[in-house]
């Protein structure tokens, strides 16, 4: 089976704008391919993940990956996805994302001896001349076909800046400049990029008569449509200090049965036969696949040693130990406490394990808060500054989310 088989057999390919051309092309390791990453945050996050095992596997197949960071494209910002404008960002911010994702990145791809490159968008977009850039490229751009194009849809009944609208020219314009200075001859993306990935491709055939070509991937999505990789404290995300190990490992154990196998398939490098065979496991088999997943997954993100401490926590916590360890820890101070307490409702915003506090009250009517074991039935319940002599105390939210509140 070659490289592009199993990305088919994985779920992984959405859609390509010629299969045969780039079956060819990955199954021979001949291919110079480019995924896109805007620096929006300080660190990547699973929406990232599935396109950096992409990139993982392209690459041991023979094939070489440019990781793009958009520090050209992020002044702008990306409407693909969104209903509003994002948010404008300094140039110094960016560059410091930028730097943030390098690291993370280099877990992934082998970027030593020429094996793949790292290029950053805002190398040729920064000192672009905005009328030669017009006269060079902007009759290869139909205004209609632009506004057709699903990514720009969804913005016009709310309205669509400018500005938000020369996103997809300068993505274009990426794939128009890496296939000239370094033999880039594919993109690879979301299946939201769609749209800007065929600006590329035909701009590189109206400019310089050559062909490019474009596959997208599948998004990963739980089995009601919506994106993974999303908390209730908000993204999951690859970096430590912002997901911790534990946390990271606790998401995916925590996936739905459905997406089990789905995950394994798409994210893991596990065999398809072995994969295969889980997919007949039920009940606590099916648990013993979702610890799977876990391990397999925080192992590529925080190495071995973190994986095995997250694995043995969560085990120690679900078998009624006392292992707490590498738990999520929120530390209290004095001021945190009035009259010798902390409300529960303050206890569980402080350590941002409810949005609001109604949401806790809800939660805590439901049944779905202990405190070191002892269930909270009362929303104006206080937690007493003695029940910290110990240090610490546990607070479990639902049947799976522990946290650790520390004095």
Known sequence: MGVYEELVARGLIAQVTDEKEIRELVNSGKAVFYIGFDPTADSLHVGHFMALCLMKRLQLAGNKPIALVGGGTGMIGDPSGRTDMRQMMTKETIEHNCECFKKQMSKFIDFSDGKAMMVNNADWLLDLNYVELLREVGACFSVNNMLRAECYKQRMEKGLSFLEFNYMIMQSYDFYALYQKYGCNMQFGGDDQWSNMLGGTELIRRKLGKDAYAMTIN??????????????????????????????????????????????????????????????????????????????????????????????????????????????????????????????????????????????????????????DEKVTDMFHKVEKAAFEKGHVIIKKGKKVFHKAVL
């Open 219 to 372: 998004l990963l999505l739980n089995s009601e449509g919506k994106k993974m990789g999303k908390t209730q404290k908000g993204a999951v995300w690859l970096d430590a200090n912002k997901t911790t190990p534990f946390e990271f490992y606790q998401y995916w154990r925590n996936v739905d049965d459905t997406d089990v196998i789905k995950c394994l398939k798409m994210l893991t490098f596990l065999p398809l036969d072995e994969i295969e065979k889980m997919a007949a496991w039920e009940g606590s088999e099916l648990n013993k696949a979702k610890e799977i997943l876990a391990f397999e997954l925080t192992k590529m993100i925080h190495g071995e040693d973190e994986a095995n401490k997250a694995q043995e926590g969560a085990r120690a916590l679900f078998g009624g130990g006392a292992n707490t360890e590498n738990m999520p820890t929120t530390e209290l101070s004095d001021d945190d406490f009035t009259d010798g307490g902390i409300t529960i409702l303050d206890l569980l915003l402080k350590c941002k394990l409810i949005p609001s506090k109604g949401e806790g009250k809800r939660l805590i009517q439901q049944g779905g808060v202990s405190v070191d």
